[in-house]
């Protein structure tokens, strides 16, 4: 029993020991093998791979794939003109050549990274101050980016190489500093209200034209159609009188009648109207009494049905 036991852990120790010595290397990285803490070999192929075991020898590996290094810091620089612009830029870089990176620069890509962006800074620092702000933002961007990337890789390349590759150096942002872009903000959002408020007044006035010439329009409507009204009623009286005066012409008691009923019903236009007449003295009355009614109704009846109408 003990003899199986020790079997099986001398398979597993030497199962372990096979697996300490194989290594895969994936094809977007380097494999880098150490001895003693000195660089032994570099694996650029992807596959499987053997080495010696710890600590003998040990595997790290490190990305070989075009990496995207971003501006994080908001530090304004000044331009030709001295003005305080806001960069953001980005990088493209490729670690080249693995072991020159891990004597020069660091083990891992975040230390490249962070060496890169202050160089990259620095070059930028240096060639912001030969632009103005307009061909910041115009075609002359491209030789600043051109400049700014043979800068950055004469220093990469320099007495001690980096091990990498500058693909690309991008400029994606030229701003003012918050305080410059707070007033421009400020003067556009004025100019906007200035522009805004002309045009309400010039509104007003419009309205106010317009609504007044409606006006004068309406006023000489209503003026005309008083005066052709006042003309046919005009016309209307003189026809009423003219007729009236040709028919109370044939029958001058009967008229004479009339206008005295018109006059008693003009002055009793309201239930609490009081008259005092003396019906002795009245037409109306003599008329209403005695002979004088019928002389009245004869009279009426002597009046022709178109003078009564």
Request: positive net charge.
């Given at each position: ?258 206008r005295s009923l018109d006059a008693y019903k003009q002055s009793f236009n309201k ?39």
């Amino acid at each position: 029993m003990n003899r199986i036991g020790f079997i099986a852990t001398s398979i597993l120790v030497a199962l372990a020991l096979l697996s300490s010595t194989l290594f895969v290397v994936d094809q977007r990285q380097f494999g880098v093998v150490y001895q003693l803490g000195q660089i032994k070999n570099v694996i650029t192929e992807p596959g499987l791979n053997f080495k010696m075991p710890p600590p003998f020898q040990n595997v790290s590996y490190i990305d070989k794939r075009l990496l995207m290094l971003s501006s994080v810091d908001t530090e304004p620089m000044l331009t030709a003109e001295k003005q305080r612009v806001v960069i953001d830029w980005y990088v493209r870089w490729r670690i080249s050549n693995p072991s020159e990176y891990i004597r020069n620069v660091g083990l891992d890509e975040n230390a490249g990274a962070m060496q890169l962006n202050r160089v990259v800074r620095n070059a930028f620092q240096e060639n912001i101050n030969k632009y103005t702000v307009r061909q910041l933002i115009s075609a002359t961007r491209e030789e600043l980016m051109t400049n700014v990337q043979r800068e950055v890789l004469a220093v990469v390349k320099g007495a001690k190489p980096w091990g990498v590759d500058v693909v690309d150096v991008r400029i994606t942002r030229v701003d003012y500093v918050e305080a410059i872009t707070e007033s421009v903000y400020r003067r556009m959002e004025a100019e906007r209200k200035r522009v805004a408020n002309e045009l309400r007044s010039t509104g007003f006035a419009e309205g106010e034209k317009i609504r007044a010439d409606a006006d004068r329009q309406r006023e000489v409507t209503v003026a005309n159609a008083y005066r052709d009204a006042q003309k046919i009623k005009g016309d209307g009286d003189a026809q009423a009188a003219g007729i009236y005066a040709d028919a109370f012409g044939r029958d001058p008691q009967f008229a004479q009648f009339y206008r005295s009923l018109d006059a008693y019903k003009q002055s009793f236009n309201k239930k609490n109207d009081v008259m005092v007449v003396d019906p002795a003295s009245s037409d109306f009355f003599r008329a209403m009494r005695g002979s004088g009614a019928g002389a009245g109704a004869a009279s009426a009846a002597a009046v022709p049905p178109a003078a009564r109408r």
